[in-house]
């Protein structure tokens, strides 16, 4: 009896432990600053340093305290650009087999965020780009996005977004860390310092040649009336009257050591 008495009591101790704690973890996880969180993420993979416990941590928040904490599309860009980057580098540096196979592997749900698994183009396409669908060239929306998407996406598409997304391919822009006070400075310099690399030129006929990526989202971009104005807009051209567009192969060898200060 005394022994029965004795694993009753043990037991009750123990679940009020775990109430105590996980009543802890609450308190210190509301006040968590993601953005710092998603920063530290991707020091920690260019350090070469374990990344094990913030993943962690990220998976056992809930979407209540990232939408709670990331409350402007400045912190939800930069929140989910480091961690779409992060994410690339972590599981492809260990696993580069499923860049094999691209389209599955954008799609997979391999990402652990809130207590569920998510997907690279969930992030890319649902989050960032807010509710785009993947194959719509930034024209159709989608219909039915769930309940987690709707609360963490941005409210404004900003298509200097596309400059700072690295997929790991060769051609993608570098990894630098996202900041959300300097947020609007570093996506205005990768976005300047991409085109430049990317972008030619030829006076004598008037034709640019540019990233695939104006073709692939060209929605977002504004089409071509809005694609010729960034490209002025960044004196890649200068004028858009009767500039023909034309656009360049992706490079898609895998790169993962791409980085860049910003």
């Not at 060239?137 to 941005?154: D, H, I, M």
């Not at 690295?166 to 205005?188: F, H, M, S, T």
Request: proline fraction near 3%; charged fraction near 30%; aromatic fraction near 14%.
């Amino acid at each position: 009896m005394n022994s029965i008495l004795y694993k009753f009591l043990c037991f009750w101790l123990f679940a009020i432990s775990a109430v105590w704690a996980n009543n802890m973890d609450f308190s210190t996880n509301q006040d968590t600053d993601w953005n710092k969180v998603s920063e530290v993420f991707l020091k920690n993979i260019r350090d070469g340093k374990s990344t094990a416990d913030i993943r962690t941590q990220l998976y056992n928040t809930t979407l209540q305290r990232l939408e709670s904490s990331l409350d402007t599309d400045r912190k939800k860009l930069a929140f989910w650009i480091n961690i779409y980057n992060a994410y690339i580098q972590e599981i492809l540096s260990k696993n580069p087999e499923k860049y094999q196979d691209r389209s599955n592997f954008f799609k997979a749900e391999q990402i652990p965020i809130a207590g569920r698994m998510l997907s690279f183009e969930k992030i890319e396409h649902g989050i960032i780009r807010k509710s785009q669908w993947p194959l719509g060239l930034g024209l159709v929306r989608k219909w039915f996005p769930n309940k987690f998407e709707r609360k963490l996406r941005v409210d404004k598409r900003d298509f200097r977004i596309h400059f700072a997304l690295n997929c790991g391919a060769k051609d993608c822009p570098p990894v630098a860390i996202y900041r959300a006070a300097d947020l609007e400075k570093q996506l205005a310099k990768g976005t300047e310092n991409y085109l430049k690399k990317t972008s030619e030129f030829n006076e004598t006929t008037d034709e640019v040649r540019v990233t695939p990526l104006f073709s692939w989202f060209r929605g977002d971009f504004g089409c071509k009336r809005g694609i010729k104005k960034i490209l002025k807009n960044h004196n890649v051209i200068p004028h858009t009257k009767n500039i023909t567009l034309t656009y360049k192969n992706y490079d898609w060898t895998l790169d993962l050591d791409n980085w860049t200060k910003q």
